[in-house]
Nanobody, 114 residues
Framework: QVQLVESGGGLVQPGGSLRLSCAVSGRPFSLVIMGWYRQGPGKQRELVARITSSGGANYADSVKGRFTISRDNAKNTVYLQMNSLKPEDTAVYYC????????WGQGTQVTVSS
């Protein structure tokens, strides 16, 4: 059974930075496209960024130039570096494969507020 454990969220002021981590187990991580998703208050879950097994990345327009996705296949871990955070980035952030597996982790809360 796949396990997804997200961490690194918190409360940050606008313009600040956070680095999220997601440890994956139970699936062949290194061969899978991985993504970071988020669900803001009253919104549907959306894909924020994705990364191929070899490191090619794509981003949603709303985060392009501010967020960077990366992965360490040896550690079965995917990261999301978030810079220049805005209040509209406030959401619960999840990692999953792309397309997503049926199971979702608990996510990590990111709150951007002064």
């Amino acid at each position: 059974q796949v396990q997804l454990v997200e961490s690194g969220g918190g409360l940050v002021q606008p313009g600040g930075s956070l680095r999220l981590s997601c440890a994956v187990s139970g699936r062949p991580f290194s061969l899978v496209i991985m993504g970071w998703y988020r669900q803001g208050p009253g919104k549907q879950r959306e894909l924020v960024a994705r990364i191929t097994s070899s490191g090619g990345a794509n981003y949603a327009d709303s985060v392009k130039g501010r967020f960077t996705i990366s992965r360490d296949n040896a550690k079965n871990t995917v990261y999301l570096q978030m810079n220049s955070l805005k209040p509209e980035d406030t959401a619960v952030y999840y990692c999953n494969s792309f397309p997503s597996w049926d199971y979702w982790g608990q996510g990590t809360q990111v709150t951007v507020s002064s």
